[in-house]
Structure formats: structure tokens, C-alpha cells
């Protein structure tokens, strides 16, 4: 019993130095190096997805930094986003893309990321997330209603709407055809149904002068789009497509611009691009760093504590050990945390 109980005292002694000598930091949401750290899983989060409209940052819930065995430090951040009106196809960066208003349904995704920090340099390590349309009864009354991405009536408004971009907007001998839907909804207009449509397009290897018999080109030579519709299933009241530029090879910022590198190898935030539902992020873990992720939307301790401590009866048992100093614990700073919202 009495080894027992020293084999006890040791473990909370080694797990009161190990607290001390690796805290877990809480720093300000706002602080400037916590929003680079969120700005930076921001955009590759953005990065890997291959559906749908790119998210901007919202807003920091909270934020823990934690010492690495190598001299650099982990980042444990939860954070909020809205998803914007730029497509994921489109090169604009998301600082310069429009979040798309409440009036038209906003989604907002809750994110749990692990980013490391080593030589100064930020990088993501897991990450996990959520998202969800607003809720019907948060949408304003006479605004833009979703409905499923497989409404007969809202993709013929597609259909027809492609039609005439092929027809008579396009400039260019090219034709082009649907590659996925990525936004429906319907509008009350003087008692019929208008129909609101977003989808990406891509080049197909037909010009306007070709059968229907049209192949889309494989990437990266087939350009792409995304069009915004609007109109009824009979009648196309407007459409406008933009075409963006071939994609382009990440470049690592440490070869100063002089050639391509593939991204890092993190599993990537997958989509729900299913007909009855709208893009919505879904959880992704990375085994390795699961116990960084918190597992529900309320924060947990991601570092070991000490164990409980042995009954009393046990701890009477000990040999007298002399006192052994602990550095002195910090000063308990108040953390600023949510921090400011960005948007709304």
C-alpha cells in the first residue's frame, strides 16, 4: 500500500509540474495573432472544398494555445463563418466576396480547428465543422424561401436559363453545360411564383452550332462558370454568368513564387451536395489529433490534468517527502472572449 500511495504522490506531483511548465493558454479572440491563425484555417478550409460558395470568418468563440514538444505551439480555435456569394470555383478572395444576407437565408458554419505553429509558420492540422441553413422562421416574411435542389419547377428555370445563356449571351462559340445546382428558391411575385436559381457550369467540347451530343472538357482546359437565374419554369425574366479562369497550382510561399506544390495532405471538408438539402460542412477528424477537437458545441480541456486524487485514507499512508517548490503559477488573466462579430 505504501508503494502504491507514493507511486501516487509522484504521478500528481509530475502532473502539477507538467500543468505548470505546459499551461494552456487562453489568449484575447482578437487578438491579432489569434485572427491570423483563424484567417489562415479560413482559407484552407476554403481550399478544400469542391461544392457550393466559400465561407468567411465571423466571428472567434474561443481560442487555446498549447506548448509543442518542439519549441512551437498548437492553436485550438472554435469559429464561426458565413457562407458568401462567391462560388468555389470563383477566384475572387473570400476577403472580396459579398456574405450572402439573412433575407436570403444565411448559413453559418460552426468550426473546431487545430492549426500548428512552428518557425513562425501556421498550418492546419484537423479541423471539424458544421453548418445549417437559418431557420424558417428566422427568414424574413416576402424574402427568398430555399427549396430542394430537385424542384421540378426551379430546374427548368435552370434548364431554360442555360438555354438561352448558350443561345444568346454567350459571346464566344463555346457551349456550355450544367455542372452542379447549388442554390434554389422560390419568391412570391404578384401572385405567381418566382424562381430564384444559382448553379456552375462548365465547357463542353460543342459549339451553338452542334447537336445536343455535348461532352464536357476535362479540367483543367474546360472553363468554368456559375449563373444566377430568375424567372418562372415558361419565362426567364434574367440571367447573368460569369466565366472564371482555368485553375491555377497552389504555390508555396517559402519558393518565393518560383513554382507549384501540392497542398498539404489534410482530409478534406466534405460537402452534402444531396436533392433535398443545401451544402452543409460536416464533421472531418484527423485520428491523431482527435483529442483536440472538442466533441460537442461546448468547449473541453484538449491537455491532461491531474488525475483525481487517491482517498484520504491512502494519502495518510505517505512518507514524509520533503517539499519540492513549484515555479510560480501566472496571475489569472481574463480572456476576451467571443470576440467581435464581423458581419452580423
Known sequence: MRAVGIAVFLGLLAGAWSQVASPVLRPDCDALEVEEAALVAQDYMNSQLTHGYKYALNQIDEVKTIPRPDGGENYVVEMDLLETKCHVLDPTPVANCTVRPRQETKVEADCDVVLSKVGGVLSVVAYKCKSEPESAEDVC????????????????????????????????????????????????????????????????????????????????????????????????????????????????????????????????????????????????????????????????????????????????????????????????????????????
Open 141 to 344: 416574411l416576402g424574402c427568398p424561401q430555399l427549396v430542394p435542389l430537385n424542384d421540378t419547377s426551379a430546374l427548368q428555370l435552370v434548364d431554360a436559363s442555360l438555354g438561352r445563356f448558350n443561345r444568346v449571351l454567350d459571346n464566344d462559340t463555346a457551349r456550355f453545360a450544367l455542372l452542379e445546382v447549388d442554390r434554389l428558391a422560390t419568391k412570391p411575385l404578384a401572385g405567381t411564383p418566382q424562381y430564384l436559381a444559382e448553379y456552375a457550369i462548365i465547357e463542353t467540347n460543342c459549339t451553338n452550332d452542334d447537336d445536343d451530343n455535348c461532352v464536357p472538357l476535362a479540367s483543367p482546359v474546360a472553363r468554368k462558370g456559375f449563373c444566377v437565374a430568375a424567372g418562372t419554369p415558361a419565362f426567364t425574366a434574367a440571367v447573368d454568368c460569369a466565366l472564371f479562369t482555368n485553375e491555377v497550382a497552389p504555390v508555396d510561399p517559402t519558393l518565393n513564387g518560383t513554382g507549384p506544390v501540392a497542398p498539404p495532405v489534410v482530409p478534406k471538408l466534405q460537402t452534402t451536395h444531396g436533392l433535398k438539402h443545401h451544402h452543409r460542412l460536416s464533421s472531418v477528424n484527423v485520428p491523431a489529433a482527435t483529442g483536440l477537437l472538442s466533441e460537442s458545441e461546448e468547449s473541453q480541456e484538449v491537455v491532461p490534468v491531474v488525475k483525481r486524487q487517491a482517498p484520504m485514507d491512502t494519502l495518510l499512508e505517505l512518507p514524509v517527502v520533503p517539499a519540492v517548490p513549484l515555479p510560480p503559477a501566472a496571475a489569472p488573466v481574463l480572456q476576451l472572449c467571443p470576440g467581435r462579430k464581423r458581419h452580423f
